[in-house]
């Protein structure tokens, strides 16, 4: 006889669940799916079904990831298993909706099996998202030309943050504090982030660029005694706590409940000190490569903390331009993500 059990928890992260409004006006539900066994044996992740309803509780839409096909598109997630008596982060694959779709409530199901098929499990939880509305008037940290080499869409290495993994557990990392983030790399007219030899810092356009002050606020925390040796390990964190990660870094209060954070600045580039006020558009620091840094850039993020036990949030900036090729296009207020190419002016 199938057994049917309710033995699997899920949850989601964060609570409360921001829509921000992409540059397409598209909206965009970044959080993840914290599914949680109490059973013997794994269980495989079959199905997750998302419900949307309204303000009156009528349906609007429901979408599935399935075993259904020849490749079937529960392939795309990228956990397939619950261990025993364990938990998975899925992150969320139902991220954007169009701008007509009220998202008043979000129903997630999440439907599981043992391997054998003869005990099934089902889990449910329904959020409520709201859209965020900043405190702070941003501006681009970085001025000029520059691409967002990585931001925080689906694909993403910000938004593909897993600090379920034990290993991050265990080094002190509980969420995903750059949800929201941005990685800004100067580039030239064509595009380009550097010239010659990509080891050496000083051949890219952005080592060394001044960093602005995105909004008003405090200076919480400043770090900057690291060198832009691009060099990170776990063993750096143990020493020195998880805001090593950044290598050097500017905290700043700005402010409502956010906080930015400005990573991997230049050694001894830092301008300002905890304590300090300091107004939009101040330089604070210089673009560096310490820390976990691939090569030289701005790492940006908004975030409801002063450090790495902060959960992300969303960015409006202001008075920018987007490039479309030789097109460019003002932007009083709007987002950005992976792969735009902007100037902030």
């Not at 992260?13 to 914290?34: A, F, H, K, M, W």
């Not at 595009?191 to 909004?215: I, P």
């Not at 949030?313 to 792969?339: C, K, Q």
Request: proline share 5%; with cysteine; hydrophobic share 35%.
């Amino acid at each position: 006889m199938l057994a049917v059990l309710l033995a699997t928890a899920l949850t989601v992260q964060p609570n409360p669940v921001y829509i921000e409004t992409t540059s397409g006006g598209r909206q965009s539900v970044n959080c993840d799916l914290i599914i949680e066994s109490s059973s013997a044996a794994p269980l495989d992740i079959d199905e997750i079904e998302l419900s949307v309803f309204d303000r009156a509780g009528k349906l609007v839409l429901r979408r599935f990831v399935d075993g259904n096909g020849t490749r079937p598109s529960i392939r795309t997630i990228d956990a397939s298993e619950v261990p025993a008596k364990s938990q998975v982060l899925v992150f969320n694959p139902f991220h954007t909706f169009d701008p007509e779709v009220e998202l008043a409530s979000m129903r997630f199901i999440v439907r599981l099996s043992t391997k054998d098929g003869n005990t099934r499990e089902r889990a449910t939880v329904t959020v409520n998202p709201r859209p965020y509305a900043g405190a702070a008037k941003l501006i681009l940290p970085v001025k000029g030309r520059q691409i967002v080499y990585d931001g925080h869409d689906f694909y993403a290495h910000h938004r593909r943050w897993d600090f379920t993994i034990p290993g991050l557990r265990q080094l002190g990392f509980r969420t995903n504090f750059m949800r929201y983030s941005f990685d800004f790399v100067p580039v030239d007219e064509n595009g380009n982030m550097s010239r010659g030899d990509e080891e050496k810092n000083e051949n890219w356009f952005g080592f060394g660029r001044e960093v602005r002050a995105a909004a008003d606020g405090n200076v919480v925390a400043v770090a900057d005694s690291q060198p832009d040796d691009r060099q990170f390990s776990p063993a750096m964190i143990a020493e020195r706590g998880t805001m090593a990660i950044w290598g050097n870094y500017v905290v700043i209060d700005h402010g409502g409940g956010e906080f930015g954070l400005y990573g991997h600045i230049k050694q001894g580039s830092s301008r300002v000190k905890p304590g300090q006020r300091v107004r939009r558009g101040d330089i604070v620091a210089a673009i560096g490569a310490a820390g976990s840094s691939k090569f030289p850039h701005l790492h940006f993020e908004l975030q409801d903390g002063p450090d790495t036990n902060a959960e992300g949030r969303p960015s409006t900036f202001h008075d920018f331009d987007r490039l479309y090729g030789a097109r460019r296009v003002r932007v009083r207020a709007g987002s950005v993500d992976s792969g735009d190419l902007i100037d902030g002016r």
